[in-house]
Nanobody, 123 residues
Framework: QVQLVASGGGLVQAGNSLRLSCAASGRTFSMLHMAWFRQAPGKEREFVAGSRWTGADGIYQPNTVEGRFTISRDVSGNTVYLQMNSLKPEDTAVYHC???????????????WGQGTQVTVSS
């Protein structure tokens, strides 16, 4: 089993930054691909960013977060991060980290989920 614990959410003004963290435990974290999803009230869950276990370049939801958000991981620390810059009110959502051993599954329906952390961006 894998346990994922997300933190770092909060209330910020538009244009500011936040960094989310997700700590993983329970199995060999370094072999798992990791991702961030978000869900705003009344909307479907949305893929935000993903990172291969090798730490290669991440992939991002185009047209919404690409260029503003950066995913990274600290393999030795079993933690994945989401640096969010130039935040907009439409980024308001509950952000969840997720993990899967299959990269395609990671971006669609990951096997492992963590609890969410609320991000609220005021205008």
């Amino acid at each position: 089993q894998v346990q994922l614990v997300a933190s770092g959410g909060g209330l910020v003004q538009a244009g500011n930054s936040l960094r989310l963290s997700c700590a993983a435990s329970g199995r060999t974290f370094s072999m798992l691909h990791m991702a961030w999803f978000r869900q705003a009230p009344g909307k479907e869950r949305e893929f935000v960013a993903g990172s291969r276990w090798t730490g290669a370049d991440g992939i991002y939801q185009p047209n919404t977060v690409e260029g503003r958000f950066t995913i990274s991981r600290d393999v030795s620390g079993n933690t994945v991060y989401l640096q969010m810059n130039s935040l907009k009110p439409e980024d308001t959502a509950v952000y969840h980290c997720a993990a899967d051993s299959n990269y395609v599954s990671l971006t669609r329906n990951p096997y492992y989920w963590g609890q969410g952390t609320q991000v609220t961006v005021s205008s």
